[in-house]
């Protein structure tokens, strides 16, 4: 399973935009990447999920450089409300019922106003 | 659209002791997933089902704990019996494509 490393935690002030990168060295041809969102007292909240450039959806951006070692979740203009625990994962993709999404210890970020 | 139902939300046990937590998933989704999540750790997939049987148990302590699915449907975790390293959030998951999870179970042993 590949194993992906991610900052332990990161600060931000309201308004700005986020990025948290998550380096995935050893993944696999078939791997997509995705992530989660974790608040307390929660079970996680998926994301985004992508394979290759950019994705974008209502809540964030998703980079990944063509060789795909690493990744780069993009938050934009944040608020006190994404203060949470965010993990990336290698694997799968969902739903394909491939290699199973294994979850890190994940980043916390903490918004401050 | 209803998410996934768990229940207990909270269970209190002492070591030796037995404990069972159900989950039913959100109607259609074939694939349910019991995670184990220690406070400070990110989720430990313990069993994955698709329907009614087993994709992925390899993290499961089968002296221990045991999972089933029946009818495809709703879900039981138990654990037979439970150790003070066992104190955790218990979570399920369902999915199509991405996981949905429920709020899970906290699991306190004294």
């Known amino acids: 399973l590949a194993k992906t490393t991610q900052p332990i935690s990161m600060d931000s002030y309201e308004g700005q935009e986020v990025n948290i990168t998550c380096s995935h060295n050893?993944?696999?041809?078939?791997?997509?990447i995705t992530w989660y969102q974790q608040f307390p007292s929660q079970g996680p909240r998926f994301i985004i999920q992508?394979?290759?450039t950019k994705v974008t959806n209502e809540v964030a951006s998703l980079f990944i450089p063509a060789d795909r070692k690493s990744s780069t979740l993009s938050l934009p203009r944040v608020s006190l409300s994404d203060t949470a625990v965010y993990y990336c994962?290698?694997?799968?993709?969902?739903?394909?019922?491939?290699?199973?999404?294994?979850f890190g210890k994940g980043t916390r970020l903490s918004v401050i106003a | 659209e209803a998410g996934v139902a768990q229940s207990p939300r909270y269970k209190i046990i002492e070591k030796r002791q037995s404990v069972a937590f159900w989950c039913n998933p959100i109607?259609?989704?074939?694939?349910l997933y019991w995670y184990q999540q220690i406070l400070g750790q990110g989720p430990k997939l313990l069993i994955q089902?698709?329907?009614?049987?087993?994709?992925?148990d390899s993290q499961l302590p089968k002296d221990r704990f045991s999972a089933e699915r029946l009818k495809g449907v709703d879900s039981t975790l138990k654990i037979q019996p439970a150790k003070l390293e066992d104190s955790a959030v218990y979570l399920c998951?369902?999915?199509?494509?991405?996981?949905?999870f429920g709020p899970g179970t906290r699991l306190t042993v004294t």
């Open positions: 998951a369902s999915s199509f494509y991405e996981q949905y």
């Open positions: 050893n993944i696999a041809t078939n791997d997509y």
């Open positions: 992508g394979y290759k």
């Open positions: 994962l290698v694997g799968g993709p969902e739903g394909s019922g491939n290699t199973p999404l294994v």
């Open positions: 109607s259609g989704h074939a694939t």
């Open positions: 089902f698709q329907n009614n049987g087993v994709v992925d």
